[in-house]
């Protein structure tokens, strides 16, 4: 089934479940960012340490989470992909889109880049 064969209700329904997965990646990679603020504060690492670890979050899960989400991935993988990470649950799946997931594995992940 091709994307632009979705009907608008289940296209909807994708856009807003890679919207939760997003949010969901990212708050849940930010958490690390938050322990480090937390280590500054507390006077454990230095300015520089926490400066570094914030660059080095922006250029490696940061930009991985934001390239997933926005490099015209098909939604219905990156939904299925969610899913099987646990990022959102099987119950906040509209019935609708359960037909579009049928069949559907995520990419292999170990897959060399193109």
Same mark, same amino acid.
């Given at each position: 089934?091709?994307?632009?064969?979705?009907?608008?209700?289940?296209?909807?329904?994708? @856009?807003?479940?890679? =919207? !939760?997965?997003?949010?969901?990646?990212?708050?849940? %990679? /930010? $958490?690390?960012?938050y322990g480090d603020f937390q280590e500054?504060?507390?006077?454990?690492?230095?300015?520089?340490?926490?400066?570094?670890?914030?660059?080095?979050?922006?250029?490696?899960?940061?930009?991985?989470?934001?390239? @997933?989400?926005?490099? =015209? !991935?098909?939604?219905?993988?990156?939904?299925?992909? %969610? /899913? $099987?990470?646990?990022?959102?649950?099987?119950?906040?799946?509209?019935?609708?889109?359960?037909?579009?997931?049928?069949?559907?594995?995520?990419?292999?992940?170990?897959?060399?880049?193109?």
């Open positions: 089934m091709q994307q632009y064969e979705l009907l608008k209700a289940v296209k909807r329904a994708m @856009r807003l479940l890679v =919207g !939760l997965a997003h949010e969901a990646e990212l708050s849940r %990679a /930010l $958490e690390q960012v500054w504060k507390s006077g454990r690492i230095d300015s520089f340490e926490l400066t570094d670890r914030i660059r080095k979050f922006h250029n490696e899960p940061n930009r991985d989470i934001y390239l @997933r989400f926005t490099s =015209g !991935l098909d939604p219905r993988f990156l939904v299925q992909h %969610a /899913l $099987e990470e646990g990022t959102i649950e099987k119950g906040a799946v509209p019935k609708e889109v359960w037909p579009s997931l049928e069949g559907l594995s995520t990419p292999n992940r170990s897959s060399p880049k193109r």
